[in-house]
């Protein structure tokens, strides 16, 4: 069965960086898009990031760009999210979600998989 397993979450302060991973089995990880979402305490979950299947494209809220980078292994089928300058409003769970049927949206209805989540904690 697929399975999406995130690691690399914690407590920083700001200012700091974290790169969170997502390893991927059971899945054609080559031919998914996958995208990271987070949920903030007390609202509700967010696009973050997003990269096609081959990593040449890559989306972005507004409120990451610049900040956050998006990248993954084909090889290792691992997705990565490297998170600089944080700050306490990056404070949520992070999520990694796959979508293999071949979109690139920034909607959580068109995931199919998700992992169990990654807590991040900014403190100031």
């Known amino acids: 069965q697929v399975q999406l397993v995130e690691s690399g979450g914690g407590s920083v302060q700001a200012g700091d960086s974290l790169r969170l991973s997502c390893a991927a089995s059971?899945?054609?990880?080559?031919?998914?898009?996958m995208s990271w979402f987070r949920q903030p305490p007390g609202k509700e979950r967010e696009f973050v990031a997003g990269?096609?299947?081959?990593?040449?494209?890559?989306k972005y809220d507004d409120s990451v760009r610049g900040q956050f980078t998006i990248s993954r292994d084909n090889a290792r089928n691992i997705v990565y999210l490297q998170m600089n300058s944080l700050k306490p409003e990056d404070t949520a769970v992070y999520y990694c979600?796959?979508?293999?049927?071949?979109?690139?949206?920034?909607?959580?209805?068109?995931?199919?998989?998700w992992g169990q989540g990654t807590q991040v904690t900014v403190s100031s």
């Open positions: 979600a796959a979508d293999s049927t071949g979109g690139f949206g920034r909607t959580e209805a068109r995931y199919e998989y």
């Open positions: 059971g899945l054609a990880f080559s031919s998914t898009v």
């Open positions: 990269i096609s299947q081959s990593g040449m494209l890559t």
